[in-house]
């Protein structure tokens, strides 16, 4: 005989999504604890046209930016405890010393889109502090996706706009890695698209699909097929 167990209490054995991680931070020393989502609860449900991922249950972008309760230093997961370069420091310091944070949030702690964005805008200041402009163009387009969850076109706009002001700026200015240029050439294309700027979005489409014909990258692949359709 097989026993199942009753469904009340299948429906109580509620594992965690998220689990506490601990990081230095790199610029004032504080030990901070930030969440970072299970990988196994993270399931994209689709994509919106500019591959947004839509998910369902728990949204990982809300954790993506960790951020020190006591200087708010902000960076990706990935480059929170990097060594930052002397040069960049008075800047960062600059920058953050101005910044006036809600007493009652908590960086640390579950995040709702309102501390999402805050975490996202503090991560572009800083990336901008340290010259990665690349990076400050892939905070505002997160932003622009945290808005678009909000149902708050206008600040959406704001933001996708300041994408990409800053992919082309990155794209203009800055060395770009191989791995990265696939994504930024996407943006730039997507954006440009977004805001009416038809000749621009084929150019960066075809620089794509030209550049990258032999990719197996999933920006190049979407790419190709909206090069088709502004033709
Ligand atoms: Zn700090």
Same mark, same amino acid.
């Given at each position: 005989?097989?026993?199942?167990? !009753?469904?009340?209490?299948? +429906?109580?054995?509620? &594992?965690?999504?998220?689990? %506490?991680?601990?990081?230095?931070?790199?610029?004032?020393?504080?030990?901070?604890?930030?969440?970072?989502?299970?990988?196994?609860?993270?399931?994209?449900?689709?994509? %919106?046209?500019?591959? $947004? !991922?839509?998910?369902?249950?728990?949204? !990982?972008?809300?954790? #993506?930016?960790?951020?020190?309760? &006591?200087?708010? =230093?902000?960076?990706?997961?990935?480059?929170?405890?990097?060594?930052?370069? !002397?040069?960049?420091?008075?800047?960062?310091?600059?920058?953050?010393?101005?910044?006036?944070?809600?007493?009652?949030?908590?960086?640390?702690?579950?995040?709702?889109?309102? &501390?999402?964005?805050?975490? =996202?805008?503090? *991560?572009?200041?800083? =990336?901008?502090?340290?010259?990665?402009?690349?990076?400050?163009?892939?905070?505002?387009?997160? +932003?622009?996706?945290?808005?678009? %969850?909000?149902? %708050?076109?206008?600040? /959406?706009?704001?933001? @996708?706009?300041? *994408? @990409?002001? #800053?992919? /082309?700026?990155?794209? +203009? #200015?800055?060395?770009?890695?191989? /791995?990265?240029?696939?994504?930024?050439?996407?943006?730039? *294309?997507?954006?440009?698209?977004?805001?009416?700027?038809?000749?621009?979005?084929?150019?960066?489409?075809?620089?794509?699909?030209?550049?990258?014909?032999? #990719?197996?990258?999933?920006?190049?692949?979407?790419?190709? /097929?909206?090069?088709?359709?502004? $033709?």
């Amino acid at each position: 005989m097989t026993l199942l167990k !009753p469904f009340w209490q299948v +429906m109580i054995t509620i &594992t965690p999504e998220t689990w %506490d991680k601990n990081y230095t931070c790199p610029l004032c020393g504080s030990q901070i604890t930030s969440k970072k989502v299970f990988t196994e609860k993270i399931v994209v449900k689709s994509y %919106d046209e500019d591959l $947004k !991922p839509n998910y369902e249950g728990i949204n !990982p972008l809300l954790y #993506s930016i960790v951020v020190c309760n &006591t200087c708010y =230093y902000a960076a990706l997961e990935i480059d929170f405890e990097k060594y930052i370069s !002397p040069i960049y420091l008075d800047e960062l310091k600059n920058v953050l010393s101005t910044v006036k944070i809600p007493e009652a949030i908590d960086f640390g702690k579950e995040r709702d889109h309102k &501390t999402a964005l805050i975490s =996202y805008a503090l *991560a572009a200041l800083c =990336y901008r502090a340290k010259k990665q402009l690349c990076k400050v163009a892939e905070m505002y387009l997160r +932003m622009g996706w945290l808005h678009r %969850d909000l149902k %708050d076109i206008e600040a /959406e706009n704001k933001a @996708l706009a300041k *994408a @990409l002001v #800053s992919f /082309e700026e990155c794209y +203009m #200015s800055t060395y770009i890695e191989e /791995e990265k240029e696939p994504m930024i050439l996407f943006y730039l *294309a997507e954006l440009s698209k977004r805001f009416g700027k038809k000749e621009e979005a084929r150019k960066w489409f075809s620089t794509l699909a030209t550049k990258y014909k032999n #990719s197996s990258s999933f920006y190049v692949k979407v790419g190709r /097929e909206r090069w088709k359709d502004l $033709k």
